[in-house]
Nanobody
Framework: QVQLVESGGGLVQPGGSLRLSCAASGTSGFNLGNYGIGWFRQAPGSEREGVSCISYTLGDTHYADFVNGRFTISRDTAKNKIYLQMNSLTPEDTAVYYC????????????????????WGQGTQVTVSS
């Protein structure tokens, strides 16, 4: 069993930045390096969509097209934490952001499909508004 807890959300003005964190934990012997991690978001009235992911092996990263170089995913396996640095935020980035984990990585690294991840955090709200 894996527990994920997101933090770092809040209210930010357009053009601002936020750094989301996801603290991962599990049963004895838990190793974050064995899990592919994804960040997803869901705006009101919209489906959950993939934002970014990082592979469990070499730490390769992938981003949704709308990120357009603004976000950076990273992980600290020693601390069992995953981060999403978000810059140049726009009101369209307003959503609840979730981190998710899948042992051995998702079926498709490139699709950022929510159904490929079994473990989810409770989410953290990001609101971009002036």
């Amino acid at each position: 069993q894996v527990q994920l807890v997101e933090s770092g959300g809040g209210l930010v003005q357009p053009g601002g930045s936020l750094r989301l964190s996801c603290a991962a934990s599990g049963t004895s012997g838990f190793n974050l390096g064995n899990y592919g991690i994804g960040w997803f978001r869901q705006a009101p009235g919209s489906e959950r969509e993939g934002v970014s992911c990082i592979s469990y092996t070499l730490g390769d990263t992938h981003y949704a097209d709308f990120v357009n170089g603004r976000f950076t995913i990273s992980r600290d396996t020693a601390k069992n934490k995953i981060y999403l640095q978000m810059n140049s935020l726009t009101p369209e980035d307003t959503a609840v952001y979730y981190c998710a984990a899948e042992f051995g990585g998702p079926l498709s690294f490139w699709e950022l499909a929510p159904n490929d991840y079994n473990y989810w955090g409770q989410g953290t709200q990001v609101t971009v508004s002036s």
